[in-house]
């Protein structure tokens, strides 16, 4: 079957606006994972959702981040009044089960590249 | 709390050389450790998981690494280095019940013909 798929793969805004960015998992993983991924750096965990629920979203940077699932399955991350320095790579990641688990293996979308100008 | 250390955020070799690429971890609880590789304008992919089975873990690709509970290491190795292995990798760590997987910084992989 098809992978994590993301949506725009390119996103250029202006400071201030809202953003939303879409990722659609693996069909069947239970498990979503949103990392932020800055220019040089290594994937920064954001949140992860069991479900439709925000198991931990305690990587979130601020209260202008927020995140749904509402049905389990698609995702978007939602940033409202968006800074320059939210500039970076968003990742979006599937598992069949839980991370923490040994038989979790993520599966990573190519990302969306937002750029606040 | 877990971290990940990659030591030397680049490395050059040969094309036949043999590839190493350092990994540390820090965790207060049995981990499990990750490598990822990263192709430009590609997700990261698997290249192989320890989950406390066998100490030596062989992944995709040729590539296979060595957990050392001693040296807190779990360092990365491919006997010949091809010019298609040229790309960023990621040594990460999770462990049981937790929900966060933590990331290195990445190590830029350089292959010179």
């Known amino acids: 079957g098809a992978g994590v798929s993301q949506t725009p793969s390119n996103k250029v805004t202006e400071k201030g606006k809202y953003v939303e960015l879409r990722c659609d998992p693996i069909?069947?993983?239970?498990?979503l994972y949103w990392y932020r991924q800055s220019l040089g750096q290594g994937p920064e965990f954001l949140i992860y959702?069991?479900?439709?629920?925000?198991?931990?979203d305690s990587g979130l940077p601020n209260d202008r981040f927020f995140a749904v699932r509402p049905e389990g399955s698609v995702s978007t991350l939602k940033i409202q009044r968006t800074e320059r320095g939210d500039s970076a790579v968003y990742l979006c990641?599937?598992?069949?089960?839980?991370?923490?688990?040994?038989?979790?293996?993520?599966?990573f979308g190519p990302g969306t590249r937002l750029t606040v100008l | 709390a877990q971290s990940v250390t990659q030591l030397g955020s680049h490395v050059s070799v040969s094309e036949g050389a043999l590839v190493l690429l350092r990994c540390n971890y820090s965790?207060?609880?049995?981990?499990?450790l990750f490598w990822y590789v990263q192709y430009p304008n590609q997700g990261l992919q698997l290249l192989l998981k320890y989950t406390s089975a066998a100490t030596l873990v062989k992944g995709i690709n040729g590539f296979e690494a060595e957990f050392k509970k001693s040296e807190t290491s779990f360092h990365l190795t491919k006997p010949s280095a091809h010019m298609s292995d040229a790309a960023e990798y990621f040594c990460a760590v999770s462990y049981t019940g937790g929900f966060k997987t933590i990331f290195g910084a990445g190590t830029r992989l350089f292959v010179k013909a």
């Open positions: 990641a599937s598992s069949l089960t839980q991370t923490g688990s040994s038989t979790d293996t993520q599966y």
């Open positions: 959702f069991q479900g439709t629920g925000a198991a931990d």
């Open positions: 069909s069947g993983h239970t498990a």
């Open positions: 965790s207060s609880v049995p981990p499990y």
